[in-house]
């Protein structure tokens, strides 16, 4: 199996990226952004909930990503590999994540980190949201939020792949086919 984190802040690019990197490796994309979308358009207690941390630029709790993933995994044991966009996002569910692969006898590989800077991000957001609908993209200061809340909490999950080498940062600035160039060159 082939077992990818693509990691980063909101709007560096992961959605846009995991598109060409499933179509290349035929993996299967486990988004918890996108799962949690669909819990919430499809209006259960869960997508409820999340929904209310979402609107404020929050994360929403551990256990409901790792159990949403737990799920996933289940369900797919026979793929080729996983593409993990927007999960781990604390160090609890890196935790977790790796507890899971290990129980299947598999591991991480390799996260990428795209790196893009704040001013690159509220302007891509601010940008996605005049077509997305989404009310996370709606505003500046929910979105400069949303870039704390990674800060805060998130970034210590690259520091956590990197003490165990597997951690590839790749400029996330640039041509969209360039920096997927530079992400297929990191998976090896
Ligand atoms: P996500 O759905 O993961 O949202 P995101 O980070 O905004 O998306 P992404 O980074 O994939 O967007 P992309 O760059 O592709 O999370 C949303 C919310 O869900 C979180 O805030 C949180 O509340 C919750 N959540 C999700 N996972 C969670 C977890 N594990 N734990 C707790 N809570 C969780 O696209 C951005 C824009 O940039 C697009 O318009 C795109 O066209 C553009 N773009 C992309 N690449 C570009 C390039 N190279 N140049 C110019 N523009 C580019």
Do not use: C, W
Request: glycine share 10%; charged share 25%; hydrophobic share 35%.
């Amino acid at each position: 199996m082939l077992n990818l984190i693509l990691f980063g802040p909101p709007g560096a690019g992961k959605g846009t990226q995991s598109e060409k990197i499933i179509a290349q490796y035929q993996l299967i994309h486990l988004s918890t952004g996108d799962l949690l979308r669909s819990e919430i358009q499809q209006g259960t207690d869960l997508g409820l909930k999340a929904k209310t941390l979402m609107d404020q630029g929050l994360l929403v709790p551990d256990e409901v990503v790792i159990g949403m993933i737990e799920n996933k995994l289940k369900e797919n044991r026979q793929a080729a590999g996983f593409i993990f966009d927007g999960f781990p996002r604390t160090v609890k569910q890196a935790e977790a994540l790796d507890t899971l692969l290990t129980s299947y006898g598999e591991s991480i590989q390799v996260m990428i980190g795209l790196e893009v800077t704040d001013e690159e991000l509220l302007a891509r957001l601010l940008n996605r949201g005049k077509t997305s609908g989404r009310p996370d993209d709606q505003n500046e200061d929910l979105i400069r939020k949303r870039i704390q809340e990674y800060n805060s909490k998130t970034t210590p999950v690259a520091d956590y792949y990197r003490s165990q080498d597997k951690y590839v940062a790749v400029q996330g600035i640039g041509e969209i086919q360039e920096i997927f160039q530079a992400i297929t060159a990191a998976i090896g």
